[in-house]
């Protein structure tokens, strides 16, 4: 263990100065461990975890679906899996860790993230012996199931599903799940869960089966991944199609009318760009995506000071957005 802090505040010098503070980047380091497992073919399958509780630790359960007999580990020690709570559907497992005598991390909540602000992403990315950070923001959060899944910039690689991702007061918010491809969107499960998941019977069972959310047909996904893979194509028609279903299915859904204004912009309808964009401020204010594309617009159109006075009222929401659209006008 004395390695593994080591080398962790070596890692301090590489991280951003907005990420975190050292004393929060330490304790969230010390609650990463690495899951692992053999499949049947004998080769070593890998993911993340983070503890969450005396002997508990939170990971994807995509993670399990290749091994029987998995076990954690952190640092130079390995520790033994009792049993498993599951939820397939919000990809969440919950293990019983014998003698894991380690403190778990404070558990924040997705809840009140808001546009912009900063997070990390803790996790052993590409299998690296020792926890890797990831500086990023909250570009969205959407309502699901009682609960606020995450879109983040901060990024991880295989082997940091069930990783951490933590606000900058170093609590734990969301657990990095999946990613899109192209559209560079990484996913966190929202920690939130974590309560329901405790209820959960446990098994002995950790071969885990079961159908994630974000791995259901194109067709039945939520509109918040469905909306992906027009994104990364730069698909603006069909982003203005799936949005504008969005937006009759989920008339106060302030993303879907941001999304719906965003594609109709990219197609040159500026009326009705604008138009949506005043929507999603309606319901949302501090929506700062919609009040900087419509800023780009009003400017466009020749009405500076309308910009300008959305640039003023944006620094109150998302100070580094207001200094990028600045720099625009």
């Not at 679906?65 to 559907?89: L, M």
């Not at 609590?171 to 491809?181: M, S």
């Not at 959310?213 to 194109?218: R, T, V």
């Not at 780009?296 to 006075?309: R, T, V, W």
Request: net charge positive; hydrophobic share 40%; glycine share 8%.
């Amino acid at each position: 263990m004395k390695k593994f802090f080591i080398l962790s505040l070596l890692l301090l010098q590489t991280i951003p100065v907005f990420a975190i503070d050292k004393a929060a980047l330490l304790k969230a380091f010390g609650s990463i461990v690495m899951v692992r497992g053999y499949t049947e073919s004998g080769s070593l399958a890998y993911g993340s975890g983070v503890i969450v509780g005396k002997g508990e630790v939170i990971t994807n359960c995509h993670v399990l679906r290749r091994t029987k007999n998995p076990w954690v580990s952190q640092g130079e020690d390995s520790y033994s899996i009792i049993d498993v709570r599951v939820d397939a559907w919000h990809d969440l497992c919950l293990f019983s860790v014998h003698n894991l005598n380690r403190e778990p991390i404070a558990i924040g909540s997705s809840k009140n993230l808001v546009k912009g602000q900063a997070l990390a992403a803790i996790g052993h990315s590409s299998g690296a012996p020792v926890p890797l950070t990831s500086g990023g923001y909250v570009v969205s959060t959407y309502d699901y199931e009682k609960g606020k899944i995450i879109l983040s910039s901060a990024k991880f690689r295989l082997g940091a599903s069930g990783s951490g991702l933590f606000d900058m007061k170093g609590n734990l918010v969301g657990i990095n799940t999946f990613k899109t491809t192209g559209y560079g969107s990484y996913y966190a499960m929202p920690i939130d869960w974590l309560s329901d998941l405790r209820k959960k019977d446990k098994q002995t069972n950790f071969l885990i089966k079961g159908k994630a959310l974000w791995e259901e047909d194109e067709n039945k996904k939520p509109f918040f991944l469905k909306i992906a893979v027009p994104k990364a194509k730069e698909d603006w028609g069909d982003l203005s199609k799936v949005a504008k279903e969005w937006t009759e299915a989920e008339e106060n859904n302030t993303e879907a009318w941001y999304e719906y204004g965003f594609a109709n912009e990219k197609l040159l309808n500026l009326d009705i760009a604008l138009k949506s964009y005043k929507k999603s401020i309606s319901i949302d204010k501090n929506n700062s995506d919609s009040l900087f594309r419509s800023a780009l617009i009003h400017h466009k159109n020749g009405n500076l000071n309308k910009a300008k006075k959305i640039q003023k009222d944006l620094f109150l929401i998302n100070e580094a957005k207001s200094l990028e659209l600045e720099e625009l006008l």
